[in-house]
């Protein structure tokens, strides 16, 4: 089997992100996502395609074993978030929130849910609510 080239992902916690996340939730009244168990961090190195963005949950297997509660983490991959606009980047925030299910049980929201006219319309309405 040849060698391949293997990259390190590099993480970091994401103050920046994490204030935008929590003003995003804060003003959409997403009263189901609890700020204190969602994380922003920033990767560096992913040689993923075409992502910006990802949500990871923790399975209720997991949480079970581990004996905690639902906890998230919302990746943002620098070498694609950091040079969107202003704007793109918080539409890729408000996709990446809507992943997160009502329940907040460790679960994910799937692109059925996650849509583009769903996403715009939160989009829409933050800035409504902004204005």
Do not use: W
């Not at 996340?21 to 003003?27: L, P």
């Not at 890729?92 to 849509?115: A, Q, S």
Request: aromatic share 8%; proline share 2%; with cysteine.
């Amino acid at each position: 089997m040849p060698n391949k080239k293997s990259r390190n992902i590099r993480y970091e916690i994401a103050d920046d992100i994490q204030a935008r996340f929590a003003d995003i939730v804060r003003t959409l009244g997403l009263h189901h996502i609890d700020l204190d168990k969602v994380v922003c961090v920033r990767s560096f190195g992913s040689s993923a395609r075409r992502v910006i963005a990802r949500c990871h949950g923790m399975s209720k297997v997991l949480q079970i074993a581990m004996r905690i509660k639902a906890f998230y983490v919302m990746e943002f991959i620098s070498e694609r978030f950091d040079n969107l606009s202003d704007n793109d980047q918080t539409e890729t925030i408000i996709h990446e929130l809507m992943h997160i299910p009502k329940n907040f049980g460790g679960g994910f929201r799937y692109h059925d849910h996650v849509t583009v006219k769903n996403v715009k319309g939160m989009v829409e309405k933050y800035h409504g609510a902004k204005r």
